[in-house]
């Protein structure tokens, strides 16, 4: 096998805990899973209130 250095790059680079940054976006992201989760969890029977709770939440993590 012959040796490349870029995959010794590749296996030093996973090796690491690399940390990743979380955006606007990540977190908007986040923010409608999680009101769909509550959602689903809720059911028919919900109350406006519930679903307004639910937007807010989302409203305020997607403004950009």
Known sequence: ALYRPEQRKIRQASARSVRRVVTDA????????????????????RTFSQ???????????CRY
Not at 37 to 44: A, S
Not at 51 to 61: E, T
């Open 26 to 45: 990540d977190r908007c992201q986040q923010a409608k899973l999680k009101r769909a989760d509550q959602l689903e969890r809720l059911g028919l029977k």
């Open 51 to 61: 679903l307004s709770q639910a937007d807010a939440q989302v409203r305020a993590q």
